[in-house]
Each structure stands twice: as structure tokens, then as C-alpha cells.
């Protein structure tokens, strides 16, 4: 009788949720946050030993019982450490930025109408290892900042008028890299309520080939749980959706998963002359799959995809649809001023836009896993990546983690390669080798289509080393030995995985070792590397190498490198922390651009006081020839080299000077750069013309010095203070200087040869105008209003109302 009572039940739980849909609901808001550790109680009688070691007991903070009145209420994603003052006496690696120790708690309720659903918690990053426990329950420990997880709580779960509490308590005194790494809950949170029978989280794998007959088609696998009580039969069916988002072709399979048993259906869909994915042309097609069971839908998830081939020639380089291209990449980390590694989704498609701007073509992930919404902005602009495992490690848990990327990330057309580690000592010994051989086993055994490589170092000519067990073969650096390499190995194809390293600071022309200042003529590169010049060179005459990731795109905190304190961050980029462009901006340009004509002078030409002294002029193009001329007469004509560029040495007088480019004799552009005076007013701008009132669009507004004539002053450093009007916040402020100490969370910022960034976010349910208002004594107040669009408010987790939102 019993057993036919439970069958029942399960019958009525499969039954009350058989039209649900899957809900997606994001739990970024209301998160509350205590910074620093609690000591746990510790039991002292038998009773109370004995009820901690169970289930839903758990002490402190743990408990859903503690009183978290108290703690700051905030959103996600969040870095603490960012939010600090720096010290001197902490780790220089990070920034010197203390990170340490802190609590999240978050409470929600969950409806009766959700029993019997599958309940799942998702968390894209923690930063970085962190202790999760749900109602009292010791749920999940992750050991990566960089990987995500997912929690099934169904068996924790509590309904109706009970609360649910999460309790988080993040470790970041845990050191994963050289690099800032920021501190807490960093990337997005989720709750997922799906059927009992349902597709798993990142459980479709729908990659198109084309196939030798030169006919596409799309092999789909899709993992189906079933958390039910009763086995069930089920119909999987795909339907794709092209760019226009009509439906171009279907697949379908039956299934029957048991109770508690995962299934995977396999089968593929031919698809008749696709439009193709390019680095020009980013076509995405969606990949719609369905669960569904006696005719309802059960369960439906969405996936993008790209039509594209891909090859690396151990001769001619990488192709890309069986075209040659030449892979212009930059690294980067996570991380931006004023934001520290919170970095909001709107902010990816300025960066990457900037990239673009560069003439980049391509992104290398250093060194860990990123966020799917960069990946998205990735594949929808056109931009190829690198996508690369955090740890070096072949046990069971770092298994884990390098699974969980490949598992995420093989629906993105723009992932082009795996890469299993960065610079390791093992590579050049046996235990390296068999390390990257068994961790590309485990890629391989997802997702067959994509290379395997591994960023070397050193060791490259050693008996043994990890070169024999990947795919492509990853240089950083040591770009003298390419040719020696290739002659040894003909048969494996190169990428320079990292290089450059080059040292600019934006607006400096002069170094100065006293004050950590480096100057921005592309003269300077750490000692392994070389400069903007040198470097893309070394890559760009040698046809088998399939292209090169410059070291970095943008300034980062942490790694102070050539200078350690009082400089708190690195002056690799291309472009500062902000993403104002430096000299090396416009050099990657007049390399990497195409199609276009690129003109840029350096330095700026405020140099009052040295009247008479030789000041050197970069010309910056990708033209033929450069004239330069100065208050109207001429400094002479010179030939362009491709990879030199052009200079003179101009004896400095006030005025205009003026550069002529030249192609096949007939002039193409001009630049003039002109002596300014004194700053006398802020202007405050943007490239966007609205705003999406969804309490997360995020937009950075430059802030600029200008004199009365409305000419950019270069020169200009005053302190400046913002206000902001309307239904938004600031939330991060920089300006570049990474010799700068003031806070990047308030109201007050200076300028840094001549630039400021302020940047704002839209507030929840929101519609109007913000109005940022910049003000400096003795300077006209800048004043910068953009709408804020009413939108569908994304679907979130309720806060419950004791909850104090700020």
C-alpha cells in the first residue's frame, strides 16, 4: 500500500507540472554582505555536538537562524576589494588591495506551486574559494574563482511561507594568480526551476560541421535528467531558427529516462547552405530544444551557434572558412577601473568594441575561464578566442573544472582554441607532458573540434615537453626561437600565444624612474618581451605563424610592472585601465587595420617652457609616405616603414603641427595636433544615446579638460567632483594613472592628463533621464543627460520584505 501511495504522489508531482515552463530568475539583488570572518560557535555539550554534525544544523552564519540584520544589502556582481583603500603592505601581485575574508546571506521563498519541480542554484564566479550552505546544509565548496557551479537544492528546499537562505562564505585570501583577482560573489547568481525531467545545465551540444561532401550539418547532444520519482518517456526535438529567425531545419529522438537516471539523445540536422560566421560577418543561427512529454513541452532551452570551419596549417597559418587569416589578438583579465573584476555585461561590448576599434581580431581569456556574456558579445561582433583553463592539474577536481568550461563554452562559433595552462614549470618534464596529454583527453572527449594548445614558455627544445601532446603549438615570448622550432617541427602548427609586453603610460613622454613614469614612444618592453614595432614583425613576415595575442589589451590593477609601489597596476595595454587609448593603440591600428587609412601624432603639443628644445614626433600610419609641418612650414617628407613607422626631431615652438599622409603620391589624411591653452571647462560624453532602465545597463562616460577654444587639454590634472540626478548611481571612477591612490568608489576623481571616466548604472523598474553633473574650482561645470527607456524588467528572485534594498 505504501509503495502504491508513492507511486500516486510521484503520478501528482509529474502531473502538477507538466505545462510548467523553466523559469530563469536571477538572484543578483538583495544579497546581504558582512566583510570579514565570523568565528563559528563551538558546541560544548554531547546534544549539542551531536545535532552539529547533521544535516540542516549547521553553526554561525551558516545557520538560517542568524541575525544578519545588520550586514550591508547589496547587488551582485560585487568586489569587495576594489572597494578598499590600498596598502602598502599587502600583496603586490593583487594590486595591494587586502581581500580576506567575507559573508553573503540571501533569503527567498519558494512558492507550493514549485513542489515537485527541479530547483537548481547556479553561481557564474566566486572570487575565490567559498563554502555554500542552503538552509543550514552544507550544499557545495568550489576551489576556483574562475569556474562556475551549479547546486541541485531540491532536497533543501522549503515552500510556501518558509524562507530559504543561502549562506556564502568566500575565502579570497587564496591566491590563484600573479594578477588582480578581486574578491567576492563577482559574476552573476541564478535560480533555475525546471520539470523533473529536464535538460541539464549546459547540457545541449549543437557545434555545426561541415562534412567532406561540403554539406553542413548540426550533431546534437542534449543530457536529460530526470530528478522525478517516475520514469518517464519523452520526445527530444530541435528546431533551428536562421539569423532572420526563421525556422530552417528539425531533429528529433525518443527517450525514456528512469527515476534519478541521466539520458542523452543524439542525432543531426542537416542544414542546407547556412550563412557562414566570420570575423566580417558574425551570422548566428538559435538552436531551440524541447523536452516534451504526452504532447506538452516540458522543458526548453536556447542555444547559439555559428556556421564556420576552422584549420591551423603548419606552414600558412590559421584559415577561417578556408580563408587565410591573420590572428591580431590581445590578452586580458577581467577587470577595469573603478569596477574592479564586477564587471557589468555592458561593459563587454565597450571593451571589446575598443579591441575592434584596434583592429583586433581576436581575444585570448588569460588566464581562466570568462564569462559566458563576454562570449556572447564575442560571437555577436566577430571576435575569435582563446579560451583557457585556470589550473594546471590533472586530479579529479581541476578534471572538474576544465570540464565545465569546455562543457559551457562549445556552442560559441568565436572559440577557436582550448588552452590547458599558461607558462608551467613542468612543461619541459615528462610530468607536464603526461599532464597536458590526459587534459586533452578530457577536452577531446567534449568537443572534438577545436585544437588543443598550451602556452610554453621555455623548455621548447627539451628531450620531452608539453609541445608533443597538444595540437597547436603556444609561444609566449622567445620569439627568436620561432624559426629554429618550426625547422624541428614542421609538422606542428604555431601561435604566438602571448607577446609584446610592451610598457606605455597614457600621455607620458618622458620616463621618469623617481616617479614611476614611462614614456609612451613604444622604446620600452619588459625584459622577455619587445616592443609594439619589434614584436608584430617577428609574427607578421613568418607566414607559419597562424598570429600572435598581444600582452595585454587593456592596463589591469595588480602586476606593477616595471615599478612596484606606489604604482598599483600595470602599464602593458594597448589601451589604460580606463580604455583611453596609448601610442600602442594607434601603432596595432596602422598594423592591423585594413581597408582604412590610419594617421595619428605623437606626442601632444603642449610643451610651454621649452621653447627651442628637440621634441621627438612619432608619425603613427599605414600610409606610404608622412609630411610634417609645423605653424606652416614644412619639416621635410619621409618614407613610412610598415613596422619603424616615421619620426623627426622638432625643435618646439607653440602652434599647429600638421601631418600630411600620402599614398601613390595623392594625400589620403591629415592630423593636426595644436598647442592649447590653459583648462578652463569639463565636457562630459558618451557613444550611447540611450539607456535601458533594467536596474543593470551600465555605461562609462568620458570626462575631458578642454580650454576656451573647446581644444582637449592633455596636460590637465584637477580634481574633479561628479553629482548624479535620475534614476541611477555611480558606480566606479578611474582615470587611468596607475600611480594613483584615490578611491574608485565615491564622488571625487582627478584627472589624468587631461581624462577622467565616470561610470553610472540605471536603476530597477526605471524610466527618465540621468544627469551627471562634473565640477572643478575655477573650471566651467560639464554636464552629460541621457534618456533611460522603460524595458521588461528581467525575471528575478523576490527579495522578501524585511529586506532593506540599497
Not at 390 to 398: A, D, L, Q
Request: aromatic residues 10%.
Amino acid at each position: 500500500m505504501r509503495n502504491l501511495l508513492q507511486v500516486f504522489v510521484g503520478f501528482l508531482l509529474l502531473a502538477s507540472t507538466a505545462l510548467a515552463e523553466r523559469e530563469t530568475l536571477s538572484m543578483d539583488f538583495g544579497w546581504r554582505f558582512h566583510l570579514g570572518d565570523i568565528e563559528m560557535p563551538v558546541p560544548q555539550s554531547h546534544h549539542e555536538t551531536y545535532l552539529s554534525t547533521k544535516a540542516g544544523n549547521a553553526l554561525g552564519p551558516a545557520s538560517p537562524d542568524w541575525d544578519d540584520s545588520d550586514w550591508r544589502v547589496l547587488s551582485v556582481p560585487h568586489d569587495w576589494a576594489v572597494e578598499g583603500p590600498f596598502d602598502p603592505q599587502a600583496n603586490v601581485s593583487q594590486g595591494y588591495r587586502p581581500r580576506g575574508i567575507a559573508w553573503y546571506r540571501r533569503s527567498f521563498q519558494l512558492s507550493e506551486e514549485d513542489i515537485g519541480k527541479n530547483i537548481e542554484l547556479q553561481f557564474d564566479g566566486i572570487a575565490s574559494h567559498c563554502t555554500v550552505w542552503i538552509n543550514g546544509t552544507l550544499a557545495h565548496r568550489n576551489f576556483s574563482g574562475y569556474s562556475s557551479f551549479q547546486i541541485d537544492m531540491t532536497p533543501f528546499a522549503l515552500y510556501g511561507e518558509e524562507l530559504n537562505t543561502v549562506s556564502i562564505r568566500v575565502d579570497a585570501s587564496v591566491m590563484e594568480g600573479w594578477w588582480y583577482e578581486g574578491a567576492g560573489i563577482y559574476r552573476h547568481t541564478w535560480l533555475v526551476k525546471r520539470d523533473p525531467v529536464h535538460i541539464e545545465t549546459d547540457g545541449v551540444y549543437a557545434n555545426p560541421i561541415r562534412k567532406e561532401n561540403g554539406k553542413w550539418t548540426i550533431p546534437v547532444e542534449v543530457e536529460v535528467f530526470n530528478s522525478g520519482e517516475l520514469d518517464a518517456e519523452i520526445e527530444i526535438a530541435t528546431t533551428v531558427f536562421d539569423v532572420t529567425g526563421r525556422s530552417v531545419a528539425s531533429g528529433k529522438t525518443k527517450a525514456a529516462p528512469k527515476a534519478l537516471e541521466q539520458i542523452t539523445g543524439k542525432y543531426e540536422i542537416p542544414v542546407s547552405k547556412p550563412k557562414l560566421w566570420s570575423v566580417e560577418e558574425p551570422n548566428l543561427y538559435t538552436v531551440r530544444t524541447q523536452l516534451i512529454r504526452s504532447g506538452e513541452v516540458v522543458d526548453q532551452v536556447e542555444t547559439q551557434c555559428g556556421f564556420r570551419t576552422i584549420r591551423f596549417d603548419a606552414k600558412e597559418g590559421f584559415f577561417l572558412n578556408d580563408e587565410p587569416v591573420k590572428i591580431k589578438g590581445i590578452c586580458n583579465h577581467q577587470d577595469h577601473a573603478g569596477l574592479g573584476v564586477a564587471i557589468p555585461d555592458a561593459m563587454w561590448a565597450f571593451r571589446l568594441g575598443k579591441l575592434k576599434e584596434m583592429g583586433a581580431n581576436a581575444y585570448r581569456c588569460t588566464h581562466a575561464a570568462p564569462t559566458k556574456e563576454f562570449l556572447e558579445e564575442c560571437d555577436r561582433i566577430g571576435m575569435l578566442v582563446m579560451d583557457e583553463n585556470r589550473h594546471f592539474n590533472s586530479t579529479p577536481e581541476y578534471i572538474r573544472q576544465l570540464r565545465g568550461l569546455v562543457r559551457r563554452d562549445r556552442n560559441h562559433p568565436s572559440v577557436i582554441l582550448w588552452s590547458v595552462f599558461n607558462e608551467e614549470p613542468m612543461q619541459a618534464e615528462r610530468t607536464g607532458y603526461e599532464m597536458v596529454r590526459r587534459m586533452a583527453a578530457e577536452v577531446k572527449s567534449l568537443d572534438s573540434t577545436r585544437p588543443v594548445t598550451a602556452a610554453m614558455s621555455d623548455g621548447f627544445f627539451s628531450e620531452i615537453n608539453v609541445s608533443a601532446a597538444v595540437d597547436v603549438m603556444g609561444f609566449n615570448y622567445s620569439q627568436d626561437k620561432y624559426d629554429k622550432f618550426h625547422a624541428l617541427h614542421p609538422e606542428l602548427p604555431l601561435i604566438s600565444s602571448e607577446d609584446t609586453s610592451a610598457f606605455e603610460m597614457r600621455g607620458e613622454y618622458e620616463t621618469d624612474t623617481e616617479r614611476n613614469l614611462i614614456s609612451s614612444y613604444d622604446t620600452q618592453a619588459a625584459y622577455w618581451g619587445n616592443t609594439h614595432r619589434e614584436s608584430w614583425k617577428m609574427i607578421n613576415e613568418r607566414p607559419f605563424i597562424a598570429g600572435g595575442f598581444v600582452w595585454t589589451g587593456f592596463d589591469y590593477h595588480g602586476e606593477p610592472q616595471p615599478h612596484v609601489w606606489p604604482s598599483i597596476g600595470s602599464v602593458f595595454g594597448c589601451l589604460d585601465m580606463c580604455g583611453f587609448p596609448k601610442t600602442g593603440f594607434y601603432i596595432r591600428q596602422s598594423q592591423w587595420l585594413e581597408g582604412e587609412h590610419v594617421l595619428e601624432i605623437a606626442p601632444h603639443w603642449n610643451w610651454q617652457g621649452r621653447e627651442g628644445e628637440a621634441i621627438e614626433v612619432l608619425g603613427i600610419s599605414n600610409a606610404e609616405e608622412l609630411e610634417l609641418i609645423l605653424n606652416g612650414k614644412s619639416l621635410g617628407r619621409k618614407t613610412v616603414d610598415p613596422y619603424e613607422l616615421v619620426s623627426w626631431s622638432v625643435a618646439y615652438e607653440p602652434g599647429e603641427l600638421l601631418a600630411i599622409a600620402y599614398c601613390q603620391g595623392r594625400e589620403v589624411a591629415r592630423k593636426t595636433v595644436k598647442t592649447t591653452g590653459p583648462a578652463s571647462q569639463i565636457e562630459l560624453s558618451s557613444d550611447r544615446a540611450s539607456l535601458s532602465g533594467d536596474g543593470v545597463d551600465t555605461l562609462p562616460i568620458t570626462v575631458a579638460a578642454l580650454d576656451d577654444t573647446g581644444l582637449f587639454v592633455p596636460t590637465a590634472n584637477q580634481r574633479v567632483e561628479f553629482s548624479i540626478e535620475g534614476p541611477g548611481k555611480i558606480i566606479g571612477l578611474g582615470n587611468g594613472d596607475i600611480n594613483s591612490h584615490e578611491p574608485e568608489k565615491g564622488r571625487r576623481r582627478s584627472l589624468y592628463n587631461g581624462l577622467a571616466q565616470v561610470i553610472v548604472q540605471t536603476d530597477p523598474s526605471s524610466s527618465g533621464a540621468i544627469t551627471v553633473t562634473a565640477y572643478s574650482n575655477g573650471l566651467i561645470a560639464g554636464k552629460f543627460s541621457i534618456p533611460v527607456e522603460q524595458v521588461e524588467q528581467p525575471a528575478r528572485v523576490a527579495i522578501p520584505e524585511s529586506s532593506d534594498v540599497k
